[in-house]
């Protein structure tokens, strides 16, 4: 079955970077858009970033444009999130997502889930 597994997060100090990395299994990685997206504690889940199936297209939020980037490595199966010059508005649970239709900014847009990893940023 597919599985998406989230590592890299953790608590770190306003102004740090953390790398996040999404390993996928169970599908041809290379045929799927793959997005990130953020869920704070009692807020809905909202989009970060985008990739196309190349990598060649990505797409971000206003929010973390300038700060965050998104990769991937169709070889190794796993998409990325660099985060630069982090908040404490970052805080947040980070899932991955993989769509087989062109990568969205919503939810719904997405076809399976990671089960997410934790930052927190603390000021």
């Known amino acids: 079955q597919v599985q998406l597994v989230e590592s890299g997060g953790g608590l770190m100090q306003a102004g740090g970077s953390l790398r996040l990395s999404c390993a996928a299994s169970?599908?041809?990685?290379?045929?799927?858009?793959m997005g990130w997206f953020r869920q704070a504690p009692g807020k809905e889940r909202e989009f970060v970033a985008d990739?196309?199936?190349?990598?060649?297209?990505?797409y971000y939020a206003t929010s973390v444009k300038g700060r965050f980037t998104i990769s991937r490595d169709n070889a190794q199966n796993t998409v990325y999130l660099q985060m630069d010059s982090l908040k404490p508005g970052d805080t947040a649970v980070y899932y991955c997502?993989?769509?087989?239709?062109?990568?969205?900014?919503?939810?719904?847009?997405?076809?399976?889930w990671g089960r997410g990893t934790q930052v927190t940023v603390s000021s």
């Open positions: 169970g599908l041809t990685f290379s045929n799927y858009d």
């Open positions: 997502a993989a769509t087989s239709r062109q990568s969205d900014v919503v939810v719904t847009g997405y076809d399976y």
């Open positions: 990739i196309n199936w190349s990598g060649r297209s990505t």
